[in-house]
């Protein structure tokens, strides 16, 4: 119990002083995940919108393999990353694998299912008859995405913050990929895992505080966004 | 009357099944058409499809003599429309928002925005809540602002599907009313799909009645009414009593039809031996106490026994067995003025104008 408390203890006192290594880790993290977010805003909001207005056969079928793409384990696409980027391997000319090229590649895959599939569905759970209305406003089609686009807009804004939440949290792929380099590579979760292995308790407690924090704030924007209620 | 609308050979088909299959109808400028029929007759699906938002399977739009989707490009066409659910679909945003929007679509802003919109809701009695968010309002208020928005874009033709039925009755009530304004007006084309006779009579110049897809009659409401063409718009409109029978004689327009062995006459042109169809509203049947010889001048009088009284509000619904089923409306105060009960024995007398005919396999013209 003591160690908890010491722990504890030192790790306010790491955060309150501006400690410059959990400073930098955090703010190393932030532009990683950031980004790798970024990338998959970009990606799979414009695809799970194209998914959820288009009628084709299939569609289904796209459909789960999305699903099951936002529950991709994080070390399997490291895994995947890291053969692709071995020397040896189909992108290794590329000679990014343990920089955080290759983790923002990596966060990417593993966001970008994840923005996809809400997307997806807060552009279903319009109502249909919406586009219809839209139609009848007198709206080109693509006016009449950039309506629904708004329409969901706080839903989207939950596919960021899942997207960001899933990868700012995750070890497996980072570790993998960017091997922990220390002000290099180093991010939250694998400093945490590397602090914990060491026995450092209070760097490890205050890490994840900050982790802790994150997932708050994001937490808070979601449940605002699911307790809203839709205009009739 | 100037065409503003035809529709040609029109056919929409989904799944393989043919859900909307009208050959020929016109609408005219400045009308305002009801499609009545029961769920699944097919009035959205018609709706839609006039409108564009459907594409039809096959056949033709016709706005003012042109083609839609050929000599009229399908988005200037809907430009010229506006549309009104059953739900209020309101955007996630102020109600001075939703109401300007058709106009935002169409590049209109500023000012000239504000001033249509803002006169909009004045119209619609909604100026008050112009910058509220959409998604505070009630039923009645969102069914308003929708109603604001279709109008901002002064459409040419406005159609309405259902736009009534998810309200309670006082508010239905006042904005029916308000509509009925509005349309008087602006003398808005307007195309409305209802299964609610009673708001189609109030508020049309003519009437679709639609069944399985198809246009089944379609005239002025005392006609529909009056004079359905066969047994199924009889029924919808609000004829109990629907009766087969056989023509005995025609005397100079006078007919005397047989109908389960008892003879019924009524007036038409059908001949001897013919098989028709009698439709009686049950406000024409009026009841008297005793057997026979009532003192009205109907010339039909039939006695029968009360088999079921149904309450409907102002008035009672009874059902009688005269030797065939017929039906008569009796005020609540005469029911019990005149002590009917069930199975009491009264005479019921019905004109023999009052008596609509439809000749079995033919129908008559003008039903486009």
């Given at each position: 119990m003591d160690i908890i408390l010491e722990g504890i203890g030192q790790a306010f006192i790491l955060l309150v002083t501006f400690d410059p290594e959990v400073i930098g880790i955090t703010w190393f993290s932030l532009k990683v995940s950031g980004t790798a977010t970024l990338i998959s805003l970009v990606i799979g909001m414009s695809a799970g919108t194209a998914v959820a207005l288009a009628q084709f056969p299939g569609r289904r079928f796209v459909v789960s393999l999305i699903n099951t793409g936002m529950a991709l384990p994080p070390v399997v696409v490291g895994l995947f990353v890291t053969i692709f980027l071995w020397r040896n391997g189909p992108l290794g000319f590329l000679e990014i694998l343990y920089?955080?090229?290759?983790?923002?590649?990596?966060?990417?895959?593993?966001?970008?299912?994840?923005?996809?599939?809400?997307?997806?569905?807060?552009?279903?759970?319009?109502?249909?008859?919406?586009?219809?209305?839209?139609?009848?406003?007198?709206?080109?089609?693509?006016?009449?995405?950039?309506?629904?686009?708004?329409?969901a807009r706080l839903p989207l804004l939950a596919a960021v913050m899942a997207g960001f939440g899933g990868v700012i949290s995750e070890v497996g792929a980072s570790i993998m990929v960017g091997g922990n380099i220390k002000g290099y590579t180093r991010v939250l979760t694998t400093a945490t895992v590397m602090e914990t292995s060491r026995g450092n308790f209070d760097i490890a407690i205050a890490l994840s505080i900050i982790l802790l924090l994150f997932a708050y704030a994001i937490n808070l924007v979601l449940t605002y966004v699911q307790q809203r209620e839709r205009p009739r | 009357m100037t065409k503003i609308l035809e529709a040609k050979n029109l056919h929409v088909i989904r799944g393989g099944s043919l859900l909307v299959d009208v050959p020929a109808m016109t609408i005219f400028e400045g009308e305002t058409l009801s499609l009545i029929g029961p769920n699944g007759a097919g009035k959205t699906t018609l709706l839609q499809a006039l409108s564009y938002l459907t594409k039809p399977s096959a056949g033709q739009v016709l706005f003012r003599g042109q083609a839609v989707g050929e000599e009229q490009r399908v988005l200037e066409y809907r430009r010229k429309l506006a549309m009104v659910f059953q739900e209020p679909l309101l955007f996630d945003t102020t109600v001075f928002g939703n109401v300007a929007s058709g106009l935002k679509i169409r590049g209109i802003g500023g000012a000239e925005a504000r001033r249509i919109a803002e006169s909009q809701l004045e119209r619609f009695g909604i100026a008050h809540l112009r910058d509220r968010s959409a998604k505070t309002l009630s039923g009645g208020e969102a069914q308003r602002a929708s109603l604001a928005r279709a109008f901002a874009v002064s459409p040419e033709i406005l159609f309405l599907d259902e736009p009534f039925a998810a309200l309670d009755p006082p508010t239905r009530e006042s904005i029916v009313s308000d509509l009925e304004k509005v349309l008087a007006e602006t003398k808005t084309t307007t195309i409305m799909a209802t299964h609610d006779r009673n708001e189609a009579l109030r508020l049309s110049d003519r009437i679709a009645v639609m069944e399985g897809g198809r246009i089944a009659q379609i005239d002025r409401p005392a006609v529909i009414l009056n004079r359905p063409v066969d047994e199924f718009v009889a029924s919808f409109v609000g004829t109990e009593t629907v009766l087969y029978g056989r023509i005995r004689e025609n005397r100079r327009g006078t007919l005397a039809a047989v109908v389960n062995g008892t003879e019924i006459e009524a007036v038409g042109d059908a001949l001897p031996g013919e098989e028709v169809v009698l439709c009686i509203r049950p406000e024409n049947v009026t009841l008297a106490?005793?057997?026979?010889?009532?003192?009205?001048?109907?010339?039909?009088?039939?006695?029968?026994?009360?088999?079921?009284?149904?309450?409907?509000?102002?008035?009672?619904?009874?059902?009688?067995?005269?030797?065939?089923?017929?039906?008569?409306?009796?005020?609540?105060?005469?029911?019990?003025?005149?002590?009917?009960?069930?199975?009491?024995?009264?005479?019921?007398?019905?004109?023999?104008?009052?008596?609509?005919?439809?000749?079995?396999?033919?129908?008559p013209a003008g039903t486009h």
């Open positions: 920089t955080p090229a290759a983790m923002i590649l990596a966060q990417a895959i593993i966001a970008t299912p994840i923005v996809m599939g809400i997307s997806l569905a807060s552009m279903q759970q319009l109502p249909r008859k919406l586009r219809l209305q839209i139609l009848a406003l007198g709206a080109t089609r693509l006016q009449m995405v950039w309506i629904l686009i708004r329409e | 106490m005793g057997r026979g010889e009532a003192a009205t001048s109907a010339r039909n009088t039939f006695t029968g026994r009360i088999e079921r009284i149904v309450p409907m509000g102002p008035y009672q619904r009874v059902h009688l067995d005269c030797g065939f089923p017929l039906v008569a409306y009796v005020t609540s105060q005469s029911l019990e003025g005149m002590g009917l009960i069930e199975d009491l024995q009264v005479a019921a007398s019905v004109k023999a104008t009052a008596i609509h005919v439809i000749r079995q396999g033919r129908r």
